[in-house]
């Protein structure tokens, strides 16, 4: 049953909870935990992202009490006829019989069937005419959805809405800020649209890809994604001289070039001062990125020499996409190498101890998909 829902998204005069954690996930739980004192029979609330460039939907923050988490989980929308009707009609969907009514082949139908959930609502939300993403509450009992239910549910899926869009828009607000500041630093060379484009996207299929064994949370992939574009905004700060020198730089030069980093969290944290973004989701991660991606873990690296685990994972992330983007693309002082060659030598800098091993691997394992990014995005 489809249920008209043009209101979601008007949401911006119901308050959050007084009580704040530290990530999305623990606020998105405290939500949860909040709806289950009067409606206990929501065992899974999840909110699946959508990525409007390659129509993707990616699982982001769940809580759950019961059933499989919705985690890792990705598929392309137009796989799902039954959900792209939703969002084409701006409608939400009640299914109170998942086993009989999801027949269908689609990750997301196969997903729900085996999950062990009953009955399930459905609601894709946007902001104005923009697509955001899909909130799914799941159910163990069949029929846990009735009228009265739902029209309970409709302040929580206000609450949620704009919990979770009042952090991505803060945090996209303050990515876009940094690339129009590179713009009209006029960085164009090694730190084009696309050279940013590329290694965010080696960074996602990389943390994604590493997420089971480090038992990190989608919403951790999804924010080194985002913030892996900015990881050298402190090259605002070096002279063109430098920047775009077309040999070797010297020792000198080498030494000022190793300045983006302080520089970068010097800016990084000028930004959060001058827009409140301390409480930001992820800003932690950011710091990471923008501070730790030039460390090595053999210590050789800089500025602080860290080692091994004192590098933090989402700086070894994006520290192997950069290389990784640096060595299959077209530079002033070198050609472009084949993606095999790029592999190659990423594995050798992990044999020596330089870079993550299971990063690399990553890379090696998710060749296809880099492959595809190297089309997709080579420089435009």
Not at 327 to 355: C, V
């Amino acid at each position: 049953m489809d249920v008209t829902f043009d209101h979601v998204g008007d949401a911006t005069h119901v308050p959050l909870p007084a009580e704040r954690a530290g990530t999305l996930t623990e606020r998105f739980g405290i939500l949860h935990r909040q709806m289950l004192k009067m409606l206990p029979e929501i065992d899974q609330v999840s909110w699946v992202l959508y990525d409007a460039d390659s129509g993707m939907l990616r699982s982001f923050v769940d809580s759950s009490e019961a059933g499989v988490p919705l985690r890792r989980y990705e598929f392309p929308l137009a796989e799902s006829p039954s959900l792209s009707r939703l969002v084409a009609n701006r409608t939400a969907r009640i299914l109170d019989d998942i086993p009989v009514q999801t027949p269908g082949p689609s990750v997301h139908a196969t997903h729900i069937r085996t999950a062990g959930f009953r009955s399930s609502y459905t609601v894709p939300l946007f902001d104005g005419e923009l697509f955001q993403g899909i909130l799914f509450f799941n159910s163990m009992s069949p029929g846990a959805f009735t009228p009265d239910t739902v029209s309970r549910l409709d302040v929580h899926v206000r609450l949620l809405h704009m919990l979770v869009t009042q952090e991505l828009t803060a945090a996209r607000a303050l990515v876009g800020s940094v690339r129009v500041a590179r713009d009209f630093a006029r960085l164009r060379d090694n730190d084009t649209g696309s050279h940013l484009d590329r290694i965010s996207r080696y960074a996602r299929l990389i943390a994604r890809h590493i997420s089971p064994r480090h038992k990190v949370s989608d919403e951790f992939v999804e924010l080194v994604f985002l913030f892996a574009a900015m990881h050298d905004i402190g090259k605002v700060g070096i002279p063109d001289a430098i920047l775009h020198k077309p040999t070797e730089l010297t020792p000198e030069e080498r030494e000022d070039m190793a300045r983006h980093v302080d520089l970068g969290m010097q800016i990084i944290d000028r930004l959060i001062e001058e827009f409140h973004l301390g409480s930001l989701a992820g800003i932690d991660v950011l710091r990471n990125i923008v501070g730790s991606h030039h460390e090595f873990l053999d210590g050789s690296g800089y500025p602080k020499g860290l080692r091994g685990d004192q590098i933090p994972l989402e700086a070894r992330i994006v520290t192997v996409a950069d290389i990784f983007d640096a060595l299959s693309s077209d530079r002033p002082y070198k050609p472009a190498w084949t993606l095999e060659q790029a592999l190659e030598a990423l594995a050798n800098l992990a044999d020596t101890g330089k870079i993550d091993p299971e990063c690399v691997a990553a890379l090696h394992a998710e060749r296809e998909s880099v492959a595809d990014i190297m089309a997709r995005y080579g420089e435009r």
